[in-house]
Structures are given as C-alpha cells and as structure tokens.
C-alpha cells in the first residue's frame, strides 16, 4: 500500500494508509523528540507527514483526530541550556585515498611555498567515533561543559562532564588561566555491550552503536544516570586560550597529559605522505583490537605558527584532514524508488530500502543522485556498475561511509526478478504535475512549475530559516510544512514575508496559533522573539537566505564583503547585464565589477543578474526589505589593520609566499581581494614576471609595492 500514490488509493487503502502513517509517525515523533535517537532522516520524515497531508487533502472525511497534522512537537531540544562557542567547533575535511592524502601535504606545502629539502611534520592520530565536548577552565577550574551543537552554540552539559572520570575537575600543573580543552566523548566496547544488556533485561531502548549510546548518555537531565554510563574522553584540541603553553600540536597533547587528561597513545609524528599512510595502515590493522570505535585517522601539521598561516576554508582547518576507513558494504533490496522534489525544482530519486544494519545503523534509504544513475551512466557521461541499471526489486549493494548518505553502488544481476522492469523517471513534477525537464548538458531533471511548485515554495522557506540563514529557532521542518499547509491565510506562511507578518496577521486571525495543540502560549512567544530578533542580520547572510543559484554560503559572503552594503549590491545586481553567448561583446560595467570579485564567476554573477532579473524576485524582495533590515557587512579583525577595507590585487610570482596564502592573509587583516585591477582597486602587490595588471594599475595611477614592501606595510618585516 506505501507504494500505491495517493492519487491511486480508493477510500478503503486510504483509511488504512492514514492508520498507519499516524502510528509511524507518532513513533518517528517518539524516537526524535524523547529518545534523542531517530532512525529516518529528516527528509524521509516529511515524506511521510507529506503522504499524510495529500491523502488528508483527497480524503477529508477520512481524517483521524489523533492525525500527525492535528500535531506540531517541538524540534530543538529544549532541555539545557544553550552556550555559544567563542572560537567555533570545526569540522574536518576528509580524505578517501591515498592520493587525497598526497594532495593535502603537497597542497600545504604549495600554500607555505616550502622548497623541496624543507621539512614538514604532521601529526597522526585516530579519529574517535564519538562527540565532541568543550570545557573551559578558568584559573584552573572546569567552569563550563559544551557539546559541540552546531559549532557555533552547543548545550550546556557541565553537571554531566563532571562525572567523568577521564575529565579533571581542577587541572594540574601550570595552566594558563583561561582554556577550553576540547576532544572526544566516547563509550567503550565493554561498557557499551554491558548498558546494552542491562537495557536489554529491563525491556529498555537499546543503542544501535557506541556513539549513539554516548551521545544519549551525556544529554541526560539526571546526571547520576551519565555517571552510571562510564563515558571517557580523550583531549586533542582547543577553543579559547589566554596563553599558549606549547608551540606544536603534539607540546599540546603533552601540556593536555600534564594537566591530568587521557590523550590518544596511538598520536606520531611523520615528515611525509608516506609516513602518513603507514600509519593509517597500522591503525587499521589494530582497529578491531581497539576497546573503542575510530573511523579513520587525523592529520594534523605540527607547529602551530604554521597551522596559523594555512588557516581555514570556509569551515574547515586546511591544517587538518581527516582519512577516514574505507565504507562499509551490505546488500539488501529495493523496494520502490520515490521522487523528491528541492527548493530548486531538483527531481531526486530516493531509494526505498528493506530495512539493513550496516556499521550498527539501520539503513532503509539511500540516494540514487539522479535519472542517469539509475541507468547506469555517471557524471561525465560514463559507463558505471558495467552499465547495469537499477530497477524496483533488485538487490543492491549499499554502502555507507561515516556520516553521508548511504549510496547504492551495485546490484547483483543473477538476482534481480523477473518481472522487474526498468525504471521510468517522471517527465512530470510529482508536487505540482508541471513538467520537469533535463537542460542540455545537465544530469539533473527539474520541475518548471517555478512559483506555483507548492514542494520548491516550501524548500525555500525551509532553506530561509536554517541555520546558516535566518536561523529561526521554532521554525523547524515539520513547523514550516504546518504553517506552509495551513488552510487560514492569517496562520499560513507560503513565502519569506510570510514570517515576518504573522504576528500582525494573528492578532485578527480566528484560528489563533496558541489554541493549536503543540504550540500553546509560551512557545508562540518564544517563536515571535525568535522571528522578531531576526528583524536585523548580517547581509551575508541574508543574501544566502535568498536561495540564488549557485550562492551558497561561501559565495553569500564574498558578496557581501565586496558590497558591504545591501542597497549598494542590489544596485549592481539590478544593472548588471550579460554578455550575449558567442556575441564577442562583454558585459556592461555592472557586469564586469561583479565578476571581478574574487571568486565570482560567470555562472554566479549570472545567476545573480537572472534572479534580480524576476519579477516577482524583486516584489518579494521589497516587502521583505520592508519587514528585515540587513547589516551592513563588518569585515574582520578591524583593529588598527593597515589594510582594513581596502581592495588588494596580488600580480606577478611571489618569493616569500604562495598567491593563495597572500590572499588568505590579506583577508585576515581585513581587505578584499580582486582578481583584476579597475578603479576601485587600492593597491597592486606586484612580484617579478607582472604583466599586464601591472600596466593597468599604472596607467589608473593605482598605488603599486613589492612583496616586502607588503610584508613592510603588515608589520611583518620579518616574516
Ligand atoms: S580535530 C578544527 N582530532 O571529528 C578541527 N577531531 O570531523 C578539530 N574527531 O567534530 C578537530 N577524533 O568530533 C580532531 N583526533 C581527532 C578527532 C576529531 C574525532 C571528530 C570531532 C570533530 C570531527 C570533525
């Protein structure tokens, strides 16, 4: 019956599907919201509340009154206390092969423009699998415990560090009077399988894996139950520090031991690749020895003046990589394969999986990318799977490598039924029925409904509110489909504006929030502030909220750290206009400022210029403009900085550094650097071999200096 569309259903299945959904989904509700353990994605979540609500839709009379759409629970955990990070919790790249591990040391190497005899030490270490936790210590004293949350505000979790035994409460030694400690929470093998079967005896929830297990016993009300637990933690990182005590990465492993903390015994020290690599081999082989989970092993380069210098990519240290084992493999079978639709009209194929443990997790979905995959043909036009298509009861090969999205990487022939049939991708948008297309050259199918797509108009409000954008807490998944789905245009949210004026529209509405069952008066108040506090944001982010094509975060910032200003980017946007393809002409000035931003390219800026080129864009936009007002962008670290706001062009070869670490440092201090010179560029950094940008700025009268007379002008001389 789950595979049948609504559309199918005669009254009779439609009853029964209703009954069924309302006790998955209440179950679901149960596992997320109380147990802290889901066993879906949040994506197979709304697939089902969305089944829910089209047959509620076609079938009214049929609506049971304990229906999921009767309900909206709380998403965000309310139990602790929220803290935010001073120094965000970052994540880290990851490595798959060993070239990857190849191209990370050589490309550290090239950012440090290090000569061939120059040596380079990186540190190794296993990648726990666990959570990771912050504490700071002031004078000494454990005064706060953080989960890592979102990386930038985590929970609250002091009473429960404080139970365990691998973390000091006072440290020992000479301690700098301010640091955050940080590293990972774990259980063991033995302590696990025991919790287990205790839970096992007293019919309680057992965890599908040490991780889980770790996580769900330190977000425990009661810390006298996490003491039960026995977690463990080993130190490997930092937050705040009001004095480094050590100057490489293993003097701070050894500073961490001295003050009374557990570091990984398996942590070296390698000068290449190759030494890496080894390494990674000889902690596979001990993986199974091992009394806790790892899934890969850390590299990190050593000194920490070094480490400095490389800095971050967007969210990640380009100092650290993390190899990770390779993934785990299972067969199961593939019992339907649905369509979902995205924010930007994407058709994506879903896997419906029976149901399979694969590393200790049940897996029941997994990603089919799109309508090429299925057939056997990949990104670039390639042959994939011997080019063995994938149908509806096949047995497939899944695979899941740490966190990502299971994928489905081959299917056994010999077994596939006979009846199976090819799959046929809908030419037709499952949400709206409008029709979905390929562009040529692209791999992916997209609805043309555009605006009166109801699946792509609730994507992007989802994508407005989360957590890189808007970030509105209480504006969670299933509350954005309540509100998007709700009948009362005094309660309904379909667009962006929407937010901001349903505390206006709810003050003559009949139907008020608060008498909703889920809300009632406080969470209607907490969400109000919620919205009301987002009135002002930073551009950068308010631009990324727009959901342009091809602006993500990192683009949303580039922008806003070239313009500033919202109203001077909107400007631009608006006038820019784009050469015609093959005209041989080029863009008006608009268009050429915008695409000499560094990192902005053609595609973007196009984008850009088509969406400010929508109407209905522009409307939208005017009356979210009337209701939210973004901050001008402040570029960072201002303090007495040189070179702070000023546009920088870096031409010609570099001795001391390579182009990317000049830029990355030019950054840092403040300035925005430009791909080519024009009138607004400030300054031209020229090296030998500078050619025609040296020209240019000539002739604009731009002010020109050298590589030392940069490093002069920085106050790093002596760099
Ligand atoms: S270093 C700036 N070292 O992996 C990066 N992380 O993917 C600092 N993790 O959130 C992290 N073992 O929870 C580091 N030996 C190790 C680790 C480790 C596990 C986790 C950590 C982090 C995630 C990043």
Not at 353 to 375: F, Q, S
Not at 457 to 462: C, D, N, P, Q, S
Not at 579 to 602: K, Q, R
Request: proline share 4%.
């Amino acid at each position: 019956m789950q595979d049948i569309s609504v559309d199918d259903l005669t009254a009779e299945q439609a009853k029964q599907e209703l009954e069924r959904l309302a006790k998955e989904i209440a179950h679901h509700d149960y596992l997320y919201n109380t147990k802290d353990q889901p066993e879906i994605s949040d994506g197979e979540y709304d697939a089902l509340r969305r089944r829910n609500n089209a047959i509620e839709q076609r079938f009214p009379e049929l609506i049971r009154p304990d229906s999921p759409s009767r309900k909206v629970g709380a998403t965000v955990s309310e139990k602790f206390e929220k803290v935010r990070h001073r120094i965000p919790m970052l994540s880290l790249d990851n490595a798959f092969s060993d070239q990857d591990v190849y191209d990370f040391v050589d490309r550290i190497r090239r950012f440090l423009r290090l000569k061939d005899n120059d040596e380079l030490d990186i540190s190794a270490e296993p990648k726990i699998d666990g959570l990771s936790l912050s504490l700071r210590y002031e004078n000494g004293k454990l005064v706060t415990a953080a989960t890592r949350g979102d990386g930038t505000v985590g929970e609250n979790v002091t009473a429960n560090a404080l139970t365990i035994s691998d973390i000091p409460h006072v440290l020992k030694g000479n301690y700098p009077d301010l640091i955050e400690v940080r590293g990972e929470c774990y259980m063991a093998h033995a302590d696990f399988q025991a919790l287990n079967e205790r839970h096992e005896a007293e019919h309680k929830q057992v965890f599908a894996n040490p991780r889980n297990a770790a996580a769900g016993s330190l977000r425990q009300l009661d810390a006298s139950i996490t003491a039960r637990r026995k977690l463990k933690y080993f130190a490997y990182a930092w937050g705040e520090v009001s004095r480094m005590p050590a100057d490489t990465q293993l003097g701070m492993m050894d500073v961490f031991r001295s003050y009374g903390f557990t570091v990984n015994p398996l942590t070296k020290l390698f000068h290449s690749a190759e030494g890496l690599l080894k390494h990674f081999h000889a902690i596979e082989e001990q993986r199974a020895d091992l009394d806790y989970d790892i899934d890969g092993v850390v590299y990190k380069v050593n000194d920490l003046a070094l480490q400095q210098r490389l800095g971050f990519i967007s969210r990640s240290p380009r100092w650290a990589i993390a190899h990770k084992f390779p993934a785990e493999r299972a067969m199961t079978i593939l019992r339907a394969i649905d369509i979902q639709v995205g924010r930007t009209g994407a058709l994506t194929p879903v896997a419906r999986l029976e149901p399979i443990t694969v590393g200790g997790v049940v897996i029941t979905n997994a990603t089919l990318h799109n309508e090429d995959y299925i057939k056997g043909i990949g990104n670039k036009g390639e042959t994939i799977r011997d080019g063995k298509d994938i149908r509806v009861g096949d047995t497939v090969v899944i695979q899941r490598a740490g966190d990502v999205i299971p994928q489905i990487v081959d299917i056994v022939e010999e077994r596939r039924p006979k009846t199976a049939e090819p799959f046929i991708f809908p030419h037709i948008c499952p949400a709206c029925g409008s029709h979905a297309v390929r562009e040529e050259g692209e791999a992916v199918r997209r609805c043309t409904g555009g605006l009166i797509c109801p699946a792509q108009a609730m994507e992007r409000i989802r994508h407005f509110v989360s957590r890189n954008a808007f970030d509105i807490e209480g504006l969670g998944e299933k509350q954005v489909e309540f509100f998007f789905d709700a009948k009362d245009e005094n309660l309904a949210i379909r667009s962006p504006v929407d937010i901001f004026t349903l505390e206006a529209r709810q003050k003559g509405a009949l139907s008020k929030l608060e008498n909703i069952e889920g809300f009632g008066r406080t969470s209607v108040h907490k969400l109000y502030d919620a919205i009301n506090a987002r009135r002002q944001i930073p551009l950068s982010r308010f631009l990324f909220a727009l959901g342009i094509r091809h602006v993500g975060e990192v683009n949303a910032r580039r922008l806003a750290r070239a313009y500033k200003n919202y109203k001077a980017f909107e400007e631009v946007a608006l006038a820019a206009r784009y050469p015609e393809e093959n005209s041989g002409e080029s863009g008006n000035d608009a268009w050429n400022e915008l695409t000499n931003i560094e990192g902005i390219g053609f595609i973007v800026a196009e984008a850009v210029v088509d969406f400010y080129g929508e109407e209905h864009n522009r409307n939208i936009l005017q009356a979210l403009l009337a209701e939210v007002t973004p901050l001008d962008e402040v570029l960072p670290v201002t303090d007495g900085s040189p070179v702070q706001g000023k546009t920088i062009v870096f031409t010609g070869s570099l001795e001391r550094m390579s182009r990317d670490e000049a830029k990355a440092m030019a950054e840092r201090l403040g300035a925005k650097t430009a791909a080519s010179v024009s009138k607004k560029t400030d300054l031209v950094v020229a090296g030998p071999g500078a050619g025609s940008k040296l020209t240019k700025a000539q002739e604009l009268g731009v002010q020109i200096i050298d590589e030392d007379q940069w490093f002069k002008l920085i106050g790093e001389e002596n760099a």
